[in-house]
């Protein structure tokens, strides 16, 4: 069983920026990947950015490129999400997931994440 325990959602104007935090406990943390979500108001849940605790090689939505960082700290279980230049396409709440251990590396679906945080609202006015 993982918990998760997404912070720092939040309102910010057209260009700022914010940091996510996911905190993660359970047990044998390091055999799961990691990923960010997010859901605009009636839409679907999309996938933002995708990593793991062991290799840390990150990958990304093309909508986030260049302006999203995906980060671990191990030391403290938790994954951040750095978003900057942010725009009102970026308004959704954000997911933090978790999936266990597998073959292949990118997992973009959300189906492929059996742990979700209760996500955090991130509102970007223009």
């Known amino acids: 069983q993982v918990q998760l325990v997404e912070s720092g959602g939040g309102l910010v104007q057209a260009g700022g920026s914010l940091r996510l935090s996911c905190a993660a406990s359970?047990?044998?943390?390091?055999?799961?990947?990691m990923g960010w979500f997010r859901q605009p108001p009636g839409k679907e849940r999309d996938f933002v950015a995708g990593?793991?605790?062991?290799?840390?090689?990150?990958y990304y939505a093309d909508s986030v490129k260049g302006r999203f960082t995906i980060s671990t700290d191990n030391a403290k279980n938790t994954v951040y999400l750095q978003m900057n230049t942010l725009n009102s396409e970026d308004t959704a709440v954000y997911y933090c997931?978790?999936?266990?251990?597998?073959?292949?590396?990118?997992?973009?679906?959300?189906?492929?994440?059996?742990?979700w945080g209760q996500g955090t609202q991130v509102t970007v006015s223009s």
């Open positions: 997931a978790a999936g266990r251990w597998s073959t292949t590396y990118y997992h973009r679906a959300a189906a492929e994440y059996d742990y």
């Open positions: 359970g047990r044998a943390l390091s055999y799961y990947y």
């Open positions: 990593v793991t605790w062991r290799a840390g090689r990150p």
